[in-house]
């Protein structure tokens, strides 16, 4: 009775097993003066301790997130601290937030680590139900040779019907700019829209997704050494 208790309550708590993982993740958490915010929308302690270790034993260069928040933050203290040559583009939709997540960083002195572009979502053209990035704005500001060999999905919002396919729409940009030997990493991957993009990032890469939990995919692209927690 008490086993078939706690499957059913694994199954339905994805917060689970977070103990290691932040207290791995204790000192990057707590090494700013500033209190970081985390909440039901953030990025699992797990999580983040999979794309720091990717980060540091896959030496990976160029760190590509949709979707700024906590993940930007600790990523930018990780490179300080451990002195990696690497650097953090961060997509975000909302003005306000990046602007938050930039004051941050300038206050932190972690401005050299990381750069962050404001990009509004529109309706797309070629998916029903998804607001895309402008990628446009970022095509105009970022080095067409940038090639990205981490790479984390949790932007644009995708949780409203109307925009459940949203996250879809970063798939052909994914394509043209990952790197030979990458990794990416999908939030919320139990979902429709992120179910789709799961699939067609694994076909265009030929690669099987692991899934770290039901919420959280992984696929690796080329030679690596095991980052999972």
């Not at 791995?24 to 985390?38: A, D, I, R, S, T």
């Not at 975000?92 to 509004?120: A, N, R, S």
């Not at 109307?162 to 991957?189: C, M, Y």
């Amino acid at each position: 009775m008490n086993f078939l208790f706690y499957k059913v309550l694994g199954k339905l708590f994805n917060f689970r097993n977070e103990e290691v993982p932040s207290f791995l993740l204790h000192e990057l958490v707590h090494q700013g003066e500033n209190f970081l915010p985390f909440t039901t929308s953030s990025l699992k302690f797990r999580a983040l301790a999979c794309i720091c270790n990717d980060l540091v034993v896959n030496q990976r260069k160029n760190y590509l997130e949709f979707g700024a928040g906590l993940s930007t933050i600790l990523i930018a203290r990780l490179i300080k601290k451990n002195g990696l040559e690497a650097h953090v583009y961060s997509l975000e939709e909302d003005k306000g937030w990046i602007e938050y997540i930039q004051h941050i960083i300038d206050i932190e002195g972690l401005t050299q680590f990381v750069t962050l572009f404001h990009l509004p979502t529109h309706p797309s053209s070629s998916l029903s139900q998804a607001y895309i990035y402008d990628f446009e704005i970022l095509k105009s500001q970022l080095d067409p040779s940038t090639h990205f060999d981490i790479i984390l999905v949790d932007g644009p919002a995708a949780w409203e019907k109307h925009k459940v396919n949203s996250r879809l729409g970063n798939a052909q940009f994914i394509a043209n700019a990952i790197a030979p030997e990458a990794t990416v990493f999908i939030d919320n991957a139990n979902r429709e829209g992120e179910k789709k993009l799961v699939a067609k990032l694994s076909q265009d890469c030929q690669v099987k997704p692991i899934y770290i939990d039901p919420t959280f995919a992984v696929l690796v692209k080329g030679k690596h050494y095991n980052f999972i927690v």
